[in-house]
């Protein structure tokens, strides 16, 4: 799965035509790196998911290349093959990640793939010699593993204490965090209902696994956009060398819902996922003068599971994409510096041909709005001047407000995501989120605001003191000069109403109409 900012250009969910098309289709093979001249590069910046800071001494590596990152967190790798390219990183106080991307074929090509990374949520030291369970504070994930079940990679059996480091991945908040592609060896996909990376290491930093003979329990808090949660389900392992899934155990659900327990034979990021019957769905992308756009990195995400797809766009500048049957499924396309519209797709059980191409512009800001299961309904509100207000009340457009926002979510997770092209007049505008339903606290959700502005990204975490009456999170202001240029001024308070740039901006002084 190509990690180009994808949320990022999650922009808006636009209604769209569709029209059956014959039956399904199996998904393609994963397409395999060849060798070539040492001139194509891999580039782009490694941060932490919770405050999207670069990462420095982060080690990345693919096709026998290393580097570690600079103090902003950037890398750069050189000498790599055309086509699929496995980039694996791992560093102090990160949980082990990979992801993949596509290089193309010119001598010179170059791709760019920028990384969020984990910080590990569980580390501590034991005695190998002793029976000892892993748990990450306040969740059910945890590994139990029996004394003396550790090697080293010779067999040897390692001295002095161990470090266990477990991390949790929820998908269901950002599908981006889980490793490589959401596929099997066959290039068939697959959907999650929860991961954990699991790794043991000796006093040296010098990995451990099982022995051979060995096994350990894992237990991997359940992650659902809905739906029923089997009882029983496949356990898949991440292989980071050819950046894909393979299926070894089961596991089943708790008594109480909260998590997959099953054995294990050795240690790496373990998925509770299962294959899923796929529908084709065809595209195409075109610029805003109507012209088809050629080789443009297209994804899939699931709006109602955890799943995730990638194509590019042929000659033609048309795409086949692969979702969930009976579905809902978001895609858009995107460049390092370009992104479209995105489009939401009810799929069933045949093809379908989505009538509208995607359109692919130049898009100076972006803001992804995300939260928990609770509250369900987390609400994206922009107010400005001339009773200007993207909500769900008026999701906008482009050639009045220069803006939208996509389909109002009421599940739980989102994403919400505003786009604004630009801004019909200079100004300030306000973004605030908004409590409409649900037991728990915006803080507790957690609700998390990505705001994308020229290739850079910020990220907003609702700030302490939030009291029970406290129904509006203030972000932050966009300030737009007479020349269109814009500056972000972090508000991040809380209110009882949401205080624009004017009292005319004043939502809570609104009656919230009911969703349909």
């Not at 670069?54 to 750069?76: K, L, M, P």
């Not at 009882?496 to 349909?516: F, Q």
């Amino acid at each position: 799965m190509n990690k180009f900012q994808l949320y990022g250009a999650l922009s808006i969910l636009l209604a769209v035509g569709l029209t059956g098309c014959g039956g399904g289709s199996d998904s393609d093979p994963t397409p395999t790196a060849t060798p070539a001249p040492a001139s194509r590069v891999v580039s782009g910046t490694i941060s932490d998911y919770s405050t999207a800071s670069g990462i420095s001494g982060i080690e990345v590596s693919a096709n026998g290349q290393s580097v570690t990152t600079g103090s902003d967190g950037r890398y750069q790798l050189s000498g790599l093959p055309s086509g699929r390219v496995v980039i694996n990183l791992s560093g102090n106080g990160y949980a082990t990640t990979s992801e993949t991307v596509v290089v193309g074929s010119a001598s010179d090509a170059s791709a760019s793939l920028n990384i969020n990374m984990l910080p590990v949520a569980f580390s501590g030291t034991f005695d190998p010699n002793q029976n000892f369970t892993a748990q990450v504070p306040s969740s059910p994930a945890n590994v139990a593993i029996a004394a003396g079940s550790l090697k080293l990679a010779d067999g040897t059996t390692p001295s002095g204490d161990i470090t266990a480091e477990l991390t949790p991945i929820n998908p269901a908040l950002d599908i981006d965090l889980m490793p490589g592609d959401m596929i099997v060896s066959s290039g068939n996909p697959i959907a999650s209902y929860g991961a954990m990376t699991v790794e043991f290491k000796d006093a040296s930093g010098a990995e451990l696994n099982l022995g051979s003979g060995e096994s350990a329990t894992i237990r991997i808090p359940v992650s659902s956009r809905g739906g029923t949660t089997p009882a029983t389900i496949p356990l898949y392992f991440y292989d980071n060398v050819e950046g894909v899934w393979k299926e070894e155990g089961t596991a089943t659900l708790s008594a109480d819902g909260t998590y997959y327990e099953g054995t294990v034979s050795h240690f790496s990021t373990w998925n509770a996922d299962y294959l899923y019957d796929s529908v084709v769905i065809k595209g195409c992308v075109e610029d805003i003068n109507g012209s088809r756009l050629s080789n443009i990195n297209v994804d899939m995400i699931g709006q109602n599971y955890n799943g995730a797809t990638t194509s590019i766009t042929d000659n033609s500048g048309e795409f086949t994409i692969y979702a969930m049957q009976n579905a809902i499924s978001l895609i858009n396309a995107y460049t390092s510096t370009q992104v479209s519209n995105t489009i939401s797709v009810s799929t069933q059980t045949s093809e379908m041909t989505v009538t509208d191409c995607l359109v692919l512009a130049n898009t100076p800001l972006t803001v992804r709005l995300t939260w928990g299961a609770n509250p369900s309904d987390l609400d994206t509100h922009v107010v400005g001047p001339n009773n200007y207000h993207i909500w769900y009340g008026h999701l906008g457009t482009y050639a009045v407000d220069h803006a939208k926002l996509d389909v109002d979510d009421v599940s739980s997770y989102g994403p919400e995501v505003y786009t604004a092209m630009d801004f019909p007049e200079a100004g300030t505008y306000h973004y605030a989120v908004y409590h409409y339903s649900g037991s728990s606290t915006i803080t507790d959700s957690p609700a998390r605001v990505e705001l994308t502005l020229n290739g850079n990204t910020t990220v907003f975490t609702p700030p302490a003191g939030q009291t029970s009456s406290d129904t509006w999170w203030n972000v932050f202001d966009i300030v737009v000069d007479a020349n269109g240029n814009i500056n972000i001024v972090t508000v991040n308070t809380w209110a009882t109403d949401a205080t624009g740039p004017s009292s005319n901006h004043r939502l809570g002084k609104m009656v919230m109409p009911a969703k349909k």
